[in-house]
């Protein structure tokens, strides 16, 4: 794949998550860099495809051996391929020290010449150590460690993607909230709309509203737990997920912490967008369905 075309891949990658229906730029809750992490740290698992790209054709640069090569007539991929070492004189540096040479016991090793390799991946004088669970940023930098503890909890299990998916937002604190609606001039106030007290920030909204922890409390009366939440939503997904029930109820204790965020999410928008009262009647109603419906034994295929 040519460099451009692999930038107009990410471009039209972008435009699915930030896009407008009208094909018009929306506004972007969370950074791309984030939606490229794996899921397992905190991320979507779209991969940066412009790196994966260089990847693959420094593998063809390598395997055909064009060390010093840096121009060749043709075109198209193949320039691509003969260039990428020599436009990328910091990825070749990363490269050479991450080279490795493994030699074995000697026998299909035909020759050699130690003294140009550097043996040892990362090894060599200037190579950066990463703890296990770093990752990278689009330059190739190390930018922190996540505790991955809670993302790689959250994309197991049968509850529908879109859930999923709003859970990972409220994770990342990142929701168009009345509090963030008000920083960007979108109202001109910042209340909750369940209880108009306090200014609606992800966490207050599912977690802290008066309202919402009526209805998480009635999930707590079905098992029977106390509980209280800590002060940021990804710790209380962290504590809800982390604490122990009985095997025969872990996957409905799991289910519960979905249907109640996915409840309190949308009885909020129908007050915003179909001018209907919020009610915690409603929203337990709406939490049972959704948790004997994700509940049911799924149809056997054919
Ligand atoms: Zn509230």
Redesign the pocket.
């Known amino acids: 794949m040519s460099v451009t075309v692999a930038k107009k891949i990410v471009s039209l990658q972008c435009g699915f998550f930030w896009e407008k229906a009208d094909r018009s730029r929306g506004m972007p809750t969370i950074k791309w860099d984030i939606i490229q992490r794996p899921k397992n740290q905190g991320g979507l698992g779209v991969s940066n495809l412009v790196l994966k790209n260089m990847a693959f054709l420094f593998k063809w640069w390598w395997s055909l051996n064009l060390i010093g090569l840096e121009s060749c007539g043709g075109g198209g991929v193949w320039t691509d391929i003969m260039q990428i070492g020599g436009k990328n004189k910091e990825l070749l540096g990363v490269f050479r020290e991450g080279l490795q040479l493994i030699v074995g016991n000697g026998n299909r090793t035909i020759s050699m010449e130690v003294s140009t390799l550097t043996v040892g991946a990362g090894g060599g004088a200037g190579a950066v150590e990463l703890p296990a669970k770093a990752y990278l940023n689009q330059q190739g930098q190390g930018v922190g460690v996540l505790d991955s503890s809670g993302f790689s909890k959250l994309w197991k299990g049968p509850t529908p993607p879109r859930v999923k998916l709003l859970c990972w937002f409220v994770m990342h604190e990142i929701l168009n909230t009345r509090e963030r609606l008000l920083s960007c001039g979108v109202v001109p106030q910042p209340?909750?709309?369940?209880?108009?007290?306090?200014p609606?920030s992800v966490h207050?909204?599912f977690f802290?509203?008066?309202?919402?922890w009526k209805v998480w409390s009635f999930v707590l009366k079905e098992f029977n737990v106390m509980w209280g939440w800590p002060g940021e939503s990804l710790k209380c997904f962290e504590s809800w997920f982390g604490r122990n029930v009985r095997n025969n109820y872990k996957e409905r204790w799991v289910r519960y912490f979905f249907a109640v965020i996915w409840s309190l999410w949308k009885g909020r928008n129908k007050m915003i967008f179909n001018e209907e009262l919020f009610s915690v009647k409603s929203a337990i109603n709406e939490v049972v369905v959704c948790v004997n419906y994700w509940s049911r034994p799924l149809a056997p295929l054919g």
């Open positions: 209340e909750c709309m369940l209880c108009g007290k306090l609606e207050h909204l802290g509203c008066e309202h919402a």
